[in-house]
């Protein structure tokens, strides 16, 4: 497949308004610009990508509870971590672990403006 997998309507195509990408969340956008750079970087490419993202939207289709809303980016991640763990990058359990340690970072210690990187502080995970 080709790029043109991002700019279609076909099955697994992202959610636009006006022809642009709509990300409901930030967290969306980064989960988009991970798939985006590790495909730039021939981990996989957007062929392998779609059939995991079409697979997951398939299952959340015959899983989901009556009351959970469909969150398309929420299937992007999915199918990613599912991807990367079936080429042998990273087990979906070291991407959860990584993603905790992100998550308890206190608010702020994303390097906005003004962040002094000369305080004592830690970078890792």
Request: charged share 25%.
């Amino acid at each position: 497949m080709s790029a043109d997998f991002l700019s279609s309507d076909g099955s697994g195509a992202p959610p636009r308004s006006n022809g642009e990408l709509v990300f409901a969340e930030p967290w969306e956008s980064r989960a988009f610009g991970v798939a985006a750079a590790l495909r730039d970087r021939g981990l996989f490419d957007w062929d392998e990508f779609r059939a995991c993202l079409i697979a997951q939207i398939a299952l959340w289709e015959k899983q989901h509870p009556p009351d959970e809303p469909f969150s398309y980016y929420g299937c992007w991640q999915r199918a990613l971590v599912e991807l990367l763990a079936q080429k042998g990058v990273c087990s979906a359990r070291e991407l959860e672990v990584r993603e905790h340690a992100l998550a308890s970072r206190p608010a702020g210690h994303d390097h906005a403006q003004g962040h002094d990187h000369d305080q004592d502080h830690d970078h890792d995970p």
